[in-house]
């Protein structure tokens, strides 16, 4: 579906402002299949969503195969920092994947169990409680919050529950720098140099 210059940049921003990104992929696959090329710029970005090939590329037996976007970095660092195992290559994700497999052992992640459920419970109870108050409930700051809470308890041993306001606060920021990432990226803030330095 490739088209020069623009590339699918305006069907992705009508698809994105409608909240229909996914549908926008699906449509795409439906077309052309599990692995399409698409343009996003002046790069043409190949897009893998056949299982066994995406096994692949996240295997290690090819990890030096295959190279993540060169502008990753950019999207990922307001967000998540440079040091970790999403947007690290080779040696550094190598030390970050040393650092954290002690951490996703089968017997911490059954440890953690617990807390996942009853994190759950207590969110699943919040949602109950909004529903039948007939209220709006914003389900991805919920969801955001739910995946925070069961992070800081499983690795400082506290939720949010010791701060007022420490979950609303929290994912309040994370979802208003996910805003930002998004709101330069559609608008391609991010490739242009000059602009890229400019706070918005």
């Known amino acids: ?15 994105s402002e409608k909240d229909a990104g996914v ?5 795409l696959v439906q077309k052309h299949g ?6 996003f710029d002046p790069t043409i970005r190949l897009s893998v969503i056949e299982p066994d ?11 030096q195969d295959y190279r993540k976007p060169s502008d990753m970095e950019q999207f990922f660092k307001p967000l998540i920092g440079l040091h970790n195992l999403l947007v690290s290559e080779e040696a550094e994700h190598e030390r970050a994947q040393k650092i954290l497999n002690p951490a996703f052992h089968f017997i911490k992640l059954q440890s953690m169990i617990s807390i996942i459920v009853e994190q759950t419970i207590k969110a699943i109870n919040e949602l ?5 108050q007939h209220k709006v409930v914003d389900l991805q700051s919920e969801l955001n919050a739910l995946t925070l809470t069961i992070i ?6 506290k939720g949010f529950e010791t701060i007022a306001n420490a979950k609303q606060i929290v994912c309040l920021a994370f ?8 709101y330069r990226t559609i608008r391609m803030i991010n490739h242009i ?3 890229s330095q400019l706070p918005y």
């Open 23 to 27: 549908e926008y992929r699906m449509g």
């Open 175 to 182: 979802t208003e720098v996910l805003e930002a990432i998004e």
């Open 128 to 132: 109950l409680l909004l529903s039948s």
């Open 53 to 63: 090939m995406i096994a692949d590329i996240f295997g290690r037996t090819h990890v």
């Open 193 to 195: 140099p000059l602009i």
């Open 34 to 39: 599990y692995v399409y090329l698409t343009g």
């Open 1 to 15: 579906p490739f088209v020069a210059l623009v590339d699918q940049l305006p069907e992705m921003r009508r698809a």
């Open 152 to 157: 800081s308890s499983s690795a400082f041993g």
